[in-house]
């Protein structure tokens, strides 16, 4: 954005409110001083009328709301400037009105009736105007200066009070009777003016640019149901975050004002110039407050002023009964001075808070509910506080609670940029999904002939299901329809980086020497020094054995390279990696993890777990608690490469994965992707243990989040892999016998471990392979079971290995088993050479559903293919690559797999009530496949195409033609 529309904008904002606020506090400010006397019978007593006065004044409070639903509507669907330019005309008009009213003494009961007509009609103004007037002047500001710009709007308030409250202190000086005798109101009529000046300023300012691309998108559901659907939590935590930018500022002036001329009989002209000076010191504190929230943190600047509030609130009212017009005008300033730091940056955070669909509805109903609730009864509150005590001591009481609350809600509070976001922001139209066999995983009515999308969920099942004239309609010529596919396990951040490095996976390099050809193809176009990494790598497969950075040497010692094995759990290193990392054949293996050495006690090249985190430029550190593949990369990359791989997983019908080993790198990129709209599908992020002490220091555990990022189970490692020779059994495997595998921890640390987390509030799910793994990972969950309670849904990761026994535990624990039937395929040759017959009751899936279990499929991508019809169709066959049965009594019908990844995969990550199913009200994730899943060959599964993918109601992928 150029720096003079941004000037342009906050001029306009700023000018804009000042009129708006001088109508507002022209009408305080007489509310407090005549309007008692003027509107209501004479036999009234003073503290009544006083008390009626305020009523009348806070009616605009309650209208304010309204105005905030109406205006923040017109501005989300017709634009900023345009509610900007009618909220202007309003005010003008009813506060002018107010100058030529009627009094009591004239017009009798019709006075007061006028009064609050006009009352309301300019809380409808001021509640529409404050929240466009902050957008206009934060969304046309630079990134970096949003608080400062954003301030302008703030600035209207103390303006507008120091106009109101100096005119109202000239003409009190004319003598006690002076405004009671027709003075009071002549800055009613002034105002009109001020607002014919504000309206020729306002037209002149450009459209905002965030609404400038929201109306490019197209028409969306009505601002205020997107508000509510979106951002309840953040409108909450916005009202929150107000009792003292917008109460508390009305118990420091008008209810101050009240009390110090009514209650301790100082001087109307003492007090006013008073609130006069300090407003001055307000308005040009205002702006150095939102410049420091720039450099400091706005949020950071609130909440030392909120203090400050705190501290000063005693004193504010004791000094106005000591007789020092010193004394009382420094305490009135500074308190307007830490009064500045509360209000001058919260426009910006609170703009900042919500999605730009909605913004102005958004921002509108927080403040301005807020306001109603704190600012238009505070007075009044006040009052009774003062008439039922007989003292302030309670006012202050309450004006300290405000702070605490403010502090509260603004601690933590989320925020978005300015980018359009897209999930927000796209169109959702009907679609209508017609000619299909609709296989809804719904056991009330498992199967229908058409869907009906409408607002983003399922509307309606059946053959006759109707749509409007303008809907999407997808004809799926007989092909079956299915909930989107839910992976809860599947690195996608990790899928994203192994999709845009070296493919080592099989059958693509089948030897070593196609792995060092295709090392030495990518080091002549990479520059030397930069790292050349690989995914996918499946040794066990090659002739020649596994390689060793000598045979990797060959192919370059200018560049570090790393290749990555198929499981995630090893890798294999040249030289100059090593060197890299200073590490030498004295190197110590860590805990959980070794390096490989040959004969002669020197290094292979190859690493196993834990110890490959020795190596890597690491993004974080994870200690023993898992195998380390957080690489340090760009974050710029990393969000480049998850939009390319969030295409592939939408082609391929999946709509919903659980990262289960998420850390810092991986929570940057996703929560970015979220506040920016463009994360391609709902994710559920499992933090990896090694963050549990910092995780529960902050008091979180999941489930946490919304629909489309949160916090899941926290993820624990048992032991290795098969593939690796880590898995940890009870009796000696591979081809020569030579492994038994090992533990990331002792029984009892797991235990301990995982027992700790449950009681913090955190589900677990434990990666488990061999059956001694097994066995400490099952009392591990029952340790986490006793002490988490109801509903722990407790995972077993890749759940290896499970004994009969093993079985039975898991039905009384309700063990969720997580299984990936594509380790059967891609290296079921190998578990059989290493396991032999054992091998037949790797995962176990029949044993587990006749247990009574609710067994799920995942890829585990970036291990393997993220395609869920491949994995639904390894599931069924259980084959290996080779063409071997691979415990076929284990295997699921066609139906079962498909359940298990979508509704059950749902109820794993504890979304079953929103997504998993088509049944109407839930949301709208469908895949439409290119054919008919239980009418094809068990052999062909995985070649079934997905025809069209619908995300939120959205079609996000479609290969077809619109019939």
Known sequence: MTAPSARRAAAAAFIGTTIEWYDFYAYSTAASLVFGTLFFPPDTSPLVGLMASFATYAVGFLARPLGGLVFGHFGDRVG????????????????????????????????????????????????????????????????????????FAQLGNPAGALLASGLFGLLSAQGEDALREGAWRIPFLLSAVLVIV???????????????????????????????????????????????????????TTFLLAYSTTDLKVSEQLVLTGLTVASFVELVATVGVAWLGDRLGSRRVVIAGLAGVAVLATPQFLVMDSGSTALIFTVLAVMRLVMAATYGPIAAILAQLFPARARYTSISLSYQVAGAVFGGFAPLA????????GSVAPVIVLLVVMCLVSIACLRGAPQVRDDVNE???????????????????????????????????????????????GAHRIDAHGATVLPGFVDPHNHLLSTAESLAAEDASYPTVSTVDELVDMVATAAARTPPGQWIRAFGMDDAKYPEGRPTRQRLDEATTEHPVIVYHVSGHQ?????????????????????????????????????????????????????????????????????????????????????????????????????AARAGGWLPVRTVAMPLSHQLDALTSAGLAGPFGDDWLSLGAMKFYSDGTLIGGT??????????????????????????????????????????????????????????????????????EHCGYPTRQHVRRFAGLGVIPVNQPNFLHDSGGDFLRRLGDRAHR??????????????????????SSFRPLHTVANAVLRRTREGDDIGGGQAMTVREALRAHTLDAAYALGMEDRI??????????????????????????????????????????ERRPRA
């Open 382 to 389: 006040c009052t009774a506080l003062l008439a039922a005590f």
């Open 842 to 863: 790797l995962q176990p899936i029949r044993e587990e559903l006749d247990a009574g279990l609710r067994p799920v499929l995942s890829s585990d991508s970036f291990v």
């Open 571 to 671: 890798a294999v290193v040249n030289s100059a990696a090593l060197s890299w990392r200073g590490i030498g054949s004295d190197v110590t293996d860590p805990a959980g993890g070794r390096f490989v050495r040959d004969a002669a006690g020197r290094l292979t090249g190859m690493v196993l777990d834990s110890a490959m985190q020795l190596l890597l430029p690491l993004a974080v550190e994870i200690g023993c608690h898992g195998p380390n593949f957080h690489t340090e990369l760009p974050f710029e990359q990393l969000s480049a490469w998850l939009r390319d791989a969030g295409e592939a997983y939408l082609s391929a019908g999946l709509t919903t994965v659980a990262d289960p080993q998420v850390s810092a790198r991986e929570m940057r990129v996703y929560r």
């Open 198 to 252: 504000g309206l020729v300023i306002r037209l002149k300012v450009e459209e905002s640019p965030v609404f400038e691309r929201v109306r490019e998108s197209g028409p969306a559901e009505l601002p205020v149901r997107a508000a509510l659907r979106t951002s309840w939590r953040q409108i909450l935590r916005g009202i929150g975050a107000l009792p003292v930018a917008v109460g508390g500022y009305y118990i420091v």
């Open 423 to 469: 999930q927000e922001l796209a169109p959702v139209t009907d679609v209508l999904i017609t000619n299909a066999r609709v296989l809804t995983m719904d056991a009330a009515r498992p199967e229908a002939g058409a869907v009906l999308v409408r607002d983003g969920v399922v509307a309606a099942l059946g053959d006759t299901a109707t749509a409007s004239a």
């Open 727 to 796: 898995a940890a059994f009870s009796e000696p495997y591979g081809e020569h016998g030579e492994f038994t595998g090992s533990l990331y921890w002792a029984a009892d640390q797991l235990t301990e471990l995982v027992e700790r987390a449950a009681r913090a509030g955190w589900r677990v799910a434990i990666h488990t392979q061999g059956d001694v793994a097994m066995e400490n990972s099952l009392r591990a969950i029952e340790a986490g079971a006793r002490a988490y309670g109801d509903d722990f849904r407790p995972r077993v």
């Open 916 to 957: 998993g199913s088509l049944t109407p009200g839930k949301l709208a994730d469908v895949v439409v496949l290119d054919a008919d899943v239980e009418a094809v060959a068990a052999e062909k599964l995985g070649d079934v195409g997905v025809a069209a993918t619908l995300l939120g109601g959205r079609v996000v992928h």
């Open 80 to 151: 900023r400037r345009a509610a900007l330019v009618t909220t202007l005309l309003i005010m003008g008009v009813a506060t002018f009105a107010v100058g030529l009213l009627p009094t009591y003494a004239t017009a009798g009961v019709v006075a007061p009736l006028l009064l609050v007509l006009l009352r309301f009609a300019q809380g409808l103004a001021v509640g529409g105007e404050w929240g466009g007037a902050v957008l206009m002047a934060v969304e046309h500001a630079p990134e970096k200066h949003k608080t400062f710009y954003g301030s």
